[in-house]
């Protein structure tokens, strides 16, 4: 019979091993936005997304650490795969979209650690709640930033 210790430790594990496969996945995305945003002389936004990028790589370190302490083995396996070749604006709405589902997903993995009494584990998540919520912020302030600057030049080019 399996103890009941070992199935709670294997459900940390578990959403433990899917946030930090999220992360990786949002390490690979930024990183090629910013390389391809770098490339087509987007400066800012190319070093945002770098500095958030290294904010996942601590996210995902982080999550390894604990997913070794508790006995288990870190996945390397980023998820989702990296989307290229989108526009400013998309590139900016599928982040939040990842960043939304990164603290959606987070607060549920959060309830698992407290249901299995692993409250170190569920500080992490708490942690990473909190960072994810500020990029979240962050790109649905450049969305608003890019609509209106496209509306103010669509009236722009009408009063023309």
């Not at 949002?26 to 500095?51: C, P, R, T, V």
Request: aromatic share 6%; charged share 30%.
């Amino acid at each position: 019979m399996v103890s009941p210790a070992k199935t709670n430790k294997e459900a940390v594990i578990q959403v433990l091993n899917k946030a930090r496969a999220e992360e990786l996945g949002a390490i690979h995305q930024y990183m090629s936005q910013h390389y391809e945003l770098a490339d087509n002389d987007y400066g800012q936004f190319a070093q945002d997304l770098k500095l958030i990028a290294i904010d996942e790589m601590r996210h995902a370190e982080m999550l390894a650490e604990r997913i070794l302490i508790l006995g288990g083995t870190p996945t390397s396996k980023p998820e989702p795969e990296t989307k290229k070749k989108q526009k400013v604006l998309e590139i900016m709405k599928y982040d939040e979209g990842l960043e939304e589902g990164a603290v959606n997903d987070y607060n549920v993995s959060l309830q698992v650690c407290r249901d299995n009494k692993d409250y170190v584990s569920a500080k992490i998540f708490e942690q990473l709640i909190v960072e994810e919520q500020i990029h979240l912020e962050h790109f649905q302030d450049i969305i608003q930033h890019i609509e209106e600057l496209a509306a103010s030049a669509e009236r722009v080019e009408r009063a023309c």
